[in-house]
Structures are given as structure tokens and as C-alpha cells.
């Protein structure tokens, strides 16, 4: 699972910076940062939370986090490589089109 993505696309999507996540989850930023470097996972109260106040459900920022790795059965694999676009641009029909993931302002 890469929490990093997931992270990052939510606080795109909403325009969060490392500040506003950590207050949102009661987090310091530094973790909130590590998060992002993918040198800590984050806690289901910390996904929890973020996902309650952005207003985009939980199984959505875990779809986001999921990465074929994930998926030990190669059969399983790859139908997930095959509905990934389709659910993704599912996905985007709830909480509108997904933002470029590239940097996300630090302060």
C-alpha cells in the first residue's frame, strides 16, 4: 500500500498543505511529512479522520493506495490491472477529476 498517494491526492484535491493535515488529524506535521515519503504508515484514525473532514470516503483513499504489488495471486493481479481504470474513473465521478500528483506545498 502506498499511503503517500493516497495522502497526496486527497490533499490536492481539497488543497491541503502538511500544516492543515496535521491539525485536521491532530498529527504533527514532521509525521505528516514522513507519511508523504512513504517513512511511515499512517493510523486509521489518522485515515480516518482526514477522509471524514475532506469529505471523501475511506474505501476511496485505500482504492488510492493500493499498488498491483499488493496483490499476491498473478490472476488476481491481473484483474485489478484491468478494472483499475474503470473504478478509477468511477472514482473521479464521486469526488470529481483527479489533480496531477506531483508536489504538494510543505507550509
Do not use: Q
Not at 469529505?55 to 504489488?69: D, K, N, S
Not at 485489478?80 to 469526488?95: A, C, F, H
Request: proline share 7%.
Amino acid at each position: 500500500m502506498n499511503w503517500s498517494i493516497s495522502v497526496t491526492k486527497l490533499m490536492k484535491r481539497v488543497n491541503l498543505n502538511v500544516t492543515d493535515v496535521g491539525k485536521i488529524t491532530d498529527t504533527h506535521p514532521a509525521i505528516v511529512e514522513l507519511t508523504l515519503t512513504r517513512e511511515h504508515e499512517p493510523s486509521s484514525v489518522f485515515l480516518e479522520k482526514l477522509s471524514n473532514r475532506c469529505g471523501v470516503p475511506l474505501p476511496i483513499l485505500i482504492w488510492w493506495a493500493m499498488e498491483p504489488e499488493d496483490i499476491v495471486d498473478p490472476e488476481k493481479r491481473d484483474t485489478y490491472n484491468k478494472l483499475e481504470p474503470i473504478i478509477n474513473g468511477l472514482i473521479n465521478l464521486i469526488v470529481g477529476e483527479e489533480p496531477e500528483v506531483d508536489s504538494i506545498k510543505t507550509k
